[in-house]
């Protein structure tokens, strides 16, 4: 019964999120990727689960990799758009990743990542670039305009197939809700938001 109680307030989140979503009738400019200031906070929730995460954000040296500090603890790096490549134990197609950008609608890009360790351990990532939106947030007190991209992630070697939805804001330069359906499992749905920026 539980599980069923957490699976009716998981869709019912997904679905309020959903709806707060306009679509506009004119399109973003096309992004060029570009790095927080160093210093910048981001402060995310899970809905999920109700955990708050803070990022602090540091100078990179690898294109399209933004690092930063996890809870004020540990140092962790990611791409915008690829929720689980910016793992150490991770590589990936940094040139196919990079052809995304500049970030407009309609594009679409596939690209592979794989373990280190184990490079027959290997998933194909295909991103595209949806619709742009205007959405409430609570950074703002207007509503901003995101596009929204729609990762689906295939495992090579068995049958397993993850869908991500990320609503980037080029305004704060930030994802201000990422939908990861975890293969879709309902019960291991996770719905993370943007709720305090700082430093900007």
């Known amino acids: 019964m539980r599980k069923l109680k957490t699976t009716i307030s998981t869709i019912a989140i997904c679905l309020s999120i959903e709806m707060t ?8 400019l096309p992004y060029e990727f570009s790095l ?5 906070e981001f402060t995310y929730r899970n809905l999920t689960t109700g955990v708050m995460v803070n990022h602090r954000f540091l100078d990179s040296s690898v294109l399209f990799k933004r690092l930063y500090v996890l809870n004020n603890s540990k140092e962790k790096a990611q791409y915008l758009f690829c929720k689980y490549c910016g793992s150490n134990e991770n590589e990936i ?3 196919g ?8 609608v309609g594009k679409s890009v596939e690209f592979a ?6 490079p027959e351990r290997s998933w194909t990532h295909t991103i595209q670039v949806d619709e742009v939106k205007q959405v409430a947030s609570q950074v703002s007190e207007v509503p901003i305009n995101v596009f929204v991209l729609n990762e689906t992630i295939n495992h090579n070697t068995k049958a397993w197939q993850g869908k991500v939805t990320y609503w980037f804001s080029p305004e704060l ?13 309902l019960d291991k749905l996770s ?10």
Do not use: C, H
């Open 191 to 200: 719905i993370i938001q943007l709720v305090q920026v700082k430093g900007r």
């Open 173 to 185: 330069n930030a994802n201000v809700n990422i939908i990861d359906n975890a293969g879709d499992d």
């Open 21 to 28: 979503g306009i679509a506009l009738g004119e399109e973003l």
């Open 97 to 104: 990743y990079r052809s995304l950008f500049p970030l407009e």
């Open 36 to 40: 927080p200031d160093v210093g910048t």
């Open 113 to 118: 990542r794989w373990k280190k360790e184990n």
């Open 93 to 95: 197609d940094l040139d």
